[in-house]
């Protein structure tokens, strides 16, 4: 009998991939179909943690670069995957390296998975990187936590009309989750899509929250407003002479 009951298991691919892995079970299934369908020849993670979704990518990726702040992860992971090249430091200073790299080198970008610094401008930052390349071919940026308050500020924030090569931009691609594990009336989780395209857009790029409704309904009932508003009156507090 199946006890254990959570947002990630059972999800019957546990023999197929057996690192830790932070998405829900949906993400996992999404995360993985789409990896199938595009088979990328170079893939670039941002947040490797203990290495679960570059399994994932590495299993269907030619190759993959995999950026983390933490000096850790490479020490553990190294020589796990024989097409995975793990890059350590801050992704504000990797990505445009490894960019430039896949561009010297002739490699064709494919694939990315934003799941690194959660704070606005990290998000936000991560993000916008993407938008300054003109790609060689369709390249699928998927954005883990997007159900996040914090991270989906950060993704609003990224000005997709600066790159005429955004063709469809998702917020809810896959939903998020409520009150996971530990975690009391937080909101994460969710998958979002943006895809560029080597030829340029027609008309307007729009941020589509397919599941908006669903968002704000969960806000409202999370601790995040409250977080939201200490966030908001911090700088204002420090301000104050007393
Ligand atoms: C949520 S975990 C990634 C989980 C992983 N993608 C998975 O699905 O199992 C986030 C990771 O991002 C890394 N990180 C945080 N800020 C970063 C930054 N500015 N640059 C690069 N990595 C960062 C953390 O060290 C952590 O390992």
């Known amino acids: 009998m199946i006890k254990e009951q959570n947002i990630s298991f059972p999800n019957f691919l546990e023999d197929d991939f057996t690192l830790e892995w932070h998405m829900s079970r949906n993400e996992r299934y999404a995360f993985i179909k789409l990896l199938e369908k595009t088979r990328p020849k170079v893939a670039i993670e941002i947040g490797c943690f203990k290495g679960g979704s570059l399994e994932v990518l590495s299993k269907y990726a030619d190759k993959v670069y995999s950026i ?3 000096p850790e992860v490479k ?3 190294d020589g796990k ?20 790299e896949i561009e010297e080198k002739g490699e064709v970008l494919e694939f990315v998975l934003i799941d690194g610094e959660h704070t ?12 300054h390349i003109q790609p060689k071919s369709n390249i699928h940026i998927v954005f ?17 009309t600066s790159s005429p090569f955004v063709h469809y931009v998702e917020l809810d691609f896959i939903s998020g989750v409520f009150n ?17 395209k080597p030829e340029k857009r027609v008309g307007n790029i729009k941020i589509n929250e397919c599941q908006r409704k669903i968002f704000n309904t969960v806000y409202w009932k999370s601790v995040h407003p409250v977080r939201d508003k200490l966030m908001f009156l911090k700088p204002l507090i420090k301000k104050q002479k007393f």
């Open 68 to 70: 983390d702040i933490n």
């Open 75 to 77: 020490e553990k992971l």
């Open 81 to 100: 995957f024989s097409n995975v090249d793990i890059r350590i430091g801050n992704s504000s200073e990797v990505i445009p390296q490894i960019l430039k």
């Open 120 to 131: 606005v401008k990290g998000v936000k930052n991560d993000m916008t990187h993407f938008l």
């Open 144 to 160: 883990h936590d997007s159900f996040n308050p914090i991270c989906r500020r950060g993704m609003k924030k990224a000005d997709y």
């Open 180 to 196: 996971p594990g530990k975690l009391y009336r937080q909101m994460w989780g969710g998958l979002a899509l943006v895809l560029l």
